[in-house]
């Protein structure tokens, strides 16, 4: 990974009124958590922070002195003023002080109607300054647990919420499980108290998937407040209009990138020598978290896998590189015989995506096209189909998400082919650079007809960032670019831009072809 800064507008200017993330919590005297920390991080990613006390707790860095619940009462009326005057699209909920307050809370979240903003709760049960916050009986935690949409706790909350020791990887799946059992949509256990794991690895476990994120030890001091500060930031991207697992993605990237500017890279740099020693060293020594803005280099970006063995399963080598990474327009047709009408232009790459036809047929289809591009230098990639791209001896291949999990990755290295992986969105980016592919498509960036597309376009704002993400790797966009639309896509940075519809449904599609090339500066 390298450190370059991912310099883009921030966030994409959708709105001219900042979304609104509730953060309902406690104050902490000290700022270094609670809502103050909240407030501060919602403010960071541009985001607009309502705040609902639940108590005031006060706090030193190293202490918590004494604490102060709001009653229901009053709880209840800040959240009906500003359900009225500035509803959420999102809501935030750390320490609850007692049952009263959460069973009011539960309440109000049920009774919200659709849209109903995403809900997450922070379970935290004591503060990292040493008091206990929250004081829940266990049938009132599970009515939380099964209201709100995401629950985030550390190693030890798990291991209270679900009343389950939680010491390795099997006791902390049970315990996941055990959450799940009594409700919760989807959990994000935060590893950085997992003694067994040798790296930070925090485990997210919806109802159709699970998803590991991965980010190198960090023994260069704690950090108080990284908690609420994950949470928020979650919130902060859902309400930015991000699917959870980017959220989730972009959110331990703010954290890691919180950390590094605030504690710098090595050890031997702590701005605040610890002024007792009794405590544990999870609450010593006490910084103040420098503000980050957007995530911005591609090493606080985790490791994302989508199981747990998934890296070992590789054997961690580049794949091939490109010969020409200037790639220039590249088409994806569904027949040999575009391939042989098109590789007269002096395409630099193609794409054959066969949907149909007997495995004969097929077959067919890719060794005629192997040999049509034969003595050309256009780069020709098969769709799907890699057990006979490799037994025709194709230059490289296309492969979706889903078969990352079934094909033989290190028999395509093996036997020399190129290996172009498709992404939609930050945390599959990250799934696959570490991968080493030759390059990364990046889509749909706009509306497609071509396709049936399980994910939002993207637009030309993410891709900018998604191209820095993927510095050093080559990479593709795709999706429903046009004539109208190509020169923003090329202003990206994309080394390639593919098509389908925009030349095979042009009148002519050689002249589409040259058309798009030129108004993407490529000819
Ligand atoms: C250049 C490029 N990008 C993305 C895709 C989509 O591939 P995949 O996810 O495998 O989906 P299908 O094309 O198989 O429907 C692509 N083909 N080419
Ligand atoms: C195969 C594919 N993968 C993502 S979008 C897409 C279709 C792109 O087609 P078009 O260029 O016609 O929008
Ligand atoms: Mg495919």
């Known amino acids: 990974m390298t450190n370059s800064h991912l310099t883009t507008p921030v966030f994409e200017p959708s709105s001219v009124r900042l979304p609104v993330v509730?953060?309902?919590?406690?104050?902490?005297s000290s700022g270094g958590a609670g809502l103050t920390r909240d407030a501060i991080t919602l403010a960071d990613l541009h985001v607009h922070a309502c705040v609902l006390t639940t108590q005031l707790t006060v706090q030193s860095n190293l202490l918590m002195l004494s604490k102060d619940s709001m009653s229901a009462s009053a709880l209840n009326q800040q959240w009906q003023v500003l359900h009225e005057d500035t509803p959420a699209q999102a809501i935030k909920i750390g320490a609850i002080a007692n049952d009263e307050q959460a069973l009011l809370l539960c309440a109000r979240i049920q009774s919200l109607i659709a849209p109903r903003p995403f809900v997450i709760w922070d379970p935290v049960l004591c503060s990292s300054s040493g008091g206990v916050l929250s004081e829940l009986s266990e049938s009132v935690t599970d009515e939380l647990l099964s209201t709100v949409d995401l629950v985030t706790p550390n190693i030890d909350e798990l291991a209270k919420l679900s009343h389950l020791p939680v010491n390795d990887e099997k006791s902390l799946q049970t315990a996941i499980n055990r959450l799940k059992g009594k409700g919760a949509k989807s959990v994000y256990v935060k590893g950085g108290h997992a003694q067994w794991q040798d790296s930070v690895c925090d485990t997210f476990v919806c109802a159709s998937h699970t998803l590991y994120f991965r980010q190198p030890k960090n023994s260069k001091g704690n950090l108080r407040g990284t908690g609420c500060m994950l949470a928020?930031?979650?919130?902060?991207?859902?309400?930015?209009?991000?699917?959870?697992?980017?959220?989730?993605?972009?959110?331990n990237a703010y954290v890691s990138e919180v950390r590094r500017n605030t504690l710098g890279e090595s050890d031997s740099h702590h701005p605040i020598t610890p002024i007792s020693n009794q405590y544990e060293t999870s609450c010593l020594p006490a910084y103040f978290a420098k503000t980050t803005g957007f995530p911005s280099r591609a090493a606080?970006?985790?490791?994302v896998t989508f199981r747990q063995d998934e890296t070992a399963s590789y054997d961690n080598e580049r794949f091939p590189a490109l010969t020409r990474t200037n790639l220039g327009i590249y088409p994806v047709v569904d027949s040999v015989q575009w391939i042989a009408r098109l590789w007269s232009t002096g395409v630099k790459i193609m794409q054959l995506r066969v949907k149909q036809g007997s495995e004969d047929d097929i077959r067919q289809q890719i060794k005629e096209a192997i040999a049509l591009v034969a003595h050309t230098d256009c780069q020709l990639f098969i769709n799907d189909y890699w057990q006979l791209a490799i037994e025709l001896g194709a230059y490289g291949v296309h492969l979706g998400q889903e078969d990352i999990d079934t094909a033989d990755l290190n028999a395509i290295r093996r036997a020399g082919l190129r290996l172009g992986i498709s992404t939609h969105g930050f945390a599959e980016i990250q799934r696959v650079r570490a991968l080493n592919p030759s390059y990364i498509a990046l889509g749909h960036i706009f509306p497609t007809n071509t396709k049936d597309m399980p994910s939002k376009p993207q637009g030309v704002a993410r891709l900018t960032k998604y191209v820095k993400l993927c510095e050093g790797i080559?990479?593709?966009?795709?999706g429903g670019i046009n004539l109208t639309r190509i020169s923003e896509v090329a202003e990206t940075g994309v080394n390639g831009i593919a098509v389908v519809s925009a030349i095979t449904q042009a009148e002519q599609p050689l002249k589409a072809y040259q058309a798009l090339a030129r108004e993407a500066g490529f000819a």
């Open 22 to 28: 509730w953060c309902i919590g406690g104050v902490d």
């Open 474 to 478: 080559p990479t593709v966009a795709i």
């Open 232 to 251: 928020s930031a979650i919130a902060a991207f859902i309400v930015h209009d991000y699917c959870i697992e980017d959220a989730l993605t972009l959110a």
């Open 300 to 303: 606080s970006f985790p490791l």
